[in-house]
């Protein structure tokens, strides 16, 4: 049977079950349990990969853009679209995840390509993009966070 009707079928059948019975069933079958760990790890890659594509779909930023910000080749890139983002690379993509998150939430979409590439006094004359080569992850993260920290824009 193709490959892909073997995902339809699964897709539908998985699509009838309750996620937590999803999970039950699969942790009562006795599965081993090296296989439930890499399972649960190709989730986390893929979901990660997807994460990653919509973040560089909203800052409007190429593969290229995001090997220079891994620091990795572009062909890397490529291949964590395929198989899925690394596990050493989850807290950078949850943390400009996070980020992108406050962007989209306080912005209108169209408009968050040019506010992370448009210099900030607050950044150093830096943009986002800038700050995200330069510094890292967590600090774009806290960057946006006092971006749209309102409460405290009277004090």
């Known amino acids: 049977m193709p490959t892909k009707s073997i995902a339809s079928i699964l897709i539908a059948e998985a699509a009838q079950i309750d996620p ?4 039950d069933l699969l942790v009562s079958t006795n599965q081993e ?10 989730l986390d890659r893929q979901r990660n990969a997807e994460a990653l594509r919509r973040i560089l779909s909203i800052w409007d930023l190429s593969q290229s853009d995001a090997a220079r910000i891994f620091g990795v080749s572009r062909q890397a890139i490529s291949k964590w679209f395929d198989t899925g983002v ?3 690379r ?3 993509i949850a943390d400009l995840g996070a980020a992108t ?5 306080h912005l209108k979409r ?5 506010v992370v590439r448009r210099p900030a006094s607050r950044l150093g004359n830096r943009s986002l993009v800038d ?8 600090e ?12 405290e824009a009277n004090h």
Do not use: H, I
Request: net charge negative; charged share 20%; proline share 4%.
């Open 131 to 138: 700050l995200l080569m330069q510094q890292g992850f967590a």
């Open 33 to 42: 349990q090296a296989w439930l760990d890499a399972f649960a790890e190709q």
């Open 20 to 23: 937590k019975q999803a999970a």
């Open 90 to 92: 989850a807290v950078s």
């Open 110 to 114: 169209d408009r968050v390509p040019g």
């Open 140 to 151: 774009v993260l806290e960057a946006c966070r006092a971006m749209f920290a309102f409460s």
């Open 101 to 105: 998150d406050l962007l989209v939430r």
């Open 86 to 88: 690394p596990a050493d």
